[in-house]
């Protein structure tokens, strides 16, 4: 594993960012990405490839890779930490989700088994005790050079800090949805009152976080967007 | 190839929601369940349709499967899997075509085998 020291850091200032016009939902938006579409060019002149979307369960990101031949697993892992099975308290007693049953039940794959992962805005919106040990886990699922997409907010900005799954529309491009929670969380109870309306945003990551939480990979690369979103696209 | 139908037609094979099965559920024609299955389903050459209130707990072999309700198993469709928008499936799907409703829950790895049409 390479340390941070080793890693190969770049800054841009893309284009990327959120365009006003409404996809057709009234709650779409769509949303140039820079880190997808460098990211893209890896699927698009692959084949076979292992993709794992970490987001909401997107029919267009399904079809999407299917149509070009890759296999791709989805598995919604904002919705898993509403178990009601894992809050617990630590050594201190705080309140903590149980990050090793989390892990247990989730994120459950052979070593080096993905080249792709979606991470979209998980860690923003994570519980803060699950996201070193899952970004652990996606470590080790991703193959050597494999790459993960992530999302991170640069300032929270309150209820302008809605939680969005991300749809693929073309090679550089997401259609963002704000997401409500699951009906079946709802119907059955589970859901913590705390997110009975949307998840919250949880922290604000600045880039030293993003790189001490990114240090056991190879390579990380910062886009910075216009709408206060910094794209973190990191190498294993 | 027509698509297997979500509701249950008249004439077609029903488990009703009241209804419990344990073990291997096999045959050939195609089968409405609402009821709870936990095991094995096989109906090769024919489809399956989970309806809303169906749970099932089984790995699945058909020609064509339509999930309305939850189903947790793997799912090996000759022809086509539609994931309507009430479903909550766990589990890993290969067919030769699929197509998911907005709202649709699915957390596994979909597969698409193709057939070369010559």
Sequence with gaps: MSSVSQTFMKFFRGSSGPETIPAQGSQKLTRRSSGLGELARSWETAEGLCVLDLGSTSPTNIRHFTERGHRIYSEDLLTASTDPELPTTDEQGNAVLDSRKFLADNLVYPAAHFDVVLCWNLPDYLDESLVKPVVGRLWSVLKPGGMLLAFFHTRDAGPDSPCHRFHIVGPDTLEMQKIELRRDARRSGTAPSAIADGFQLQRVFNNRHIENLFRDFASIKFFLARDNIREVLVVR | ?118
């Design chain 2, 1 to 118: 190839m027509s698509a297997p139908s979500s509701a249950p037609a008249s004439g077609l094979a029903q488990i009703g929601k009241s209804v419990f099965i344990k073990g291997e559920l096999s045959g050939s024609e195609d089968l409405y369940l609402d009821g709870q299955v936990e095991g094995s389903i096989a109906l090769k050459g024919n489809s399956l349709t989970v309806g809303p209130n169906g749970q099932v707990k089984a790995s699945v072999e058909a020609k064509g499967v339509v999930v309305q309700g939850k189903l947790e198993g793997n799912v090996q469709a000759s022809d086509r899997v539609e994931l309507r928008k009430s479903a909550v499936v766990t589990g890993d799907i290969s067919t030769q075509r699929i197509s998911i409703e907005e709202g649709a829950y699915l957390k596994g790895k979909v597969d698409i085998h193709r057939t070369d049409i010559k």
